[in-house]
């Protein structure tokens, strides 16, 4: 695939919610916003994104490493080679 150039300082942000769902709002108001840097899924590849969360004041966001899990439900060696841990 040839490689693509994004200046993501003219890169709009858009809503999260295509791809975090309902979770990525809050009171109405989106708490995630992307940028899209590339987007090859239609070529077999994959995307990339800038992702920017905002949690309302006085709350937090907890971001959860459940991709382990997705790794483990694929079949995947969730340890790669020469990662002790």
């Not at 995630?32 to 920017?52: N, P």
Request: with cysteine.
């Amino acid at each position: 695939m040839a490689s693509t150039h994004v200046d993501i300082e003219q890169a709009e942000w858009t809503p999260g919610t295509p791809f975090y769902g309902p979770a990525a709002r809050y009171d109405g108001k989106g708490i995630v916003q992307l940028k899209v840097l590339s987007d090859r899924r239609a070529e077999g590849g994959g995307i990339a994104w800038l992702a920017k969360f905002s949690p309302p004041p006085g709350k937090l966001i907890k971001i959860d490493g459940s991709h382990r899990c997705q790794r483990l439900r694929r079949g995947w060696d969730p340890e790669p080679a020469g990662n002790p841990g």
